[in-house]
């Protein structure tokens, strides 16, 4: 499975920013999508998941913020990103997880205070 992400950039604090991770088989077909991040000096962490049922979850600092979704027409899982904070800021990759897991290039997500 390849995947492309998209939808980086930068944005002021408060600001939205929406991302797209792009597989190359049907999103319905991936057990798992994810979408993690790693910030500068960091380690990479979970931000949210959804899983070919739909359920979803997501870290605790992205609650009420962030929603991730599977967009049937672009064949794309999305990620919603609203009330953006410096701390959100670092590179962004998805990750599907079809037995293995594969993993997406990054895309840089920069908040400025």
């Known amino acids: 499975v390849q995947l492309q992400a998209s939808g980086g950039g930068l944005v002021q604090t408060g600001g939205s920013l929406r991302l797209s991770c792009a597989p190359s088989?049907?999103?319905?077909?991936?057990?798992?999508m994810a979408w993690y991040r790693q910030a500068p000096g960091k380690q990479r962490e979970l931000v949210t998941s959804?899983?070919?049922?739909?359920?979803?979850n997501y870290a605790d600092s992205v609650k009420g913020r962030f929603t991730i979704s599977r967009e049937k027409a672009k064949n794309t899982v999305d990620l919603q990103m609203n009330s953006l904070k410096p701390e959100d800021t670092g590179v962004y990759y998805c990750?599907?997880?079809?037995?293995?897991?594969?993993w997406g290039q990054g895309t840089l997500v920069t908040v400025s205070s």
């Open positions: 990750k599907a997880k079809q037995g293995i897991e594969y």
């Open positions: 088989t049907s999103i319905f077909a991936i057990d798992v």
């Open positions: 959804i899983t070919s049922g739909g359920s979803t």
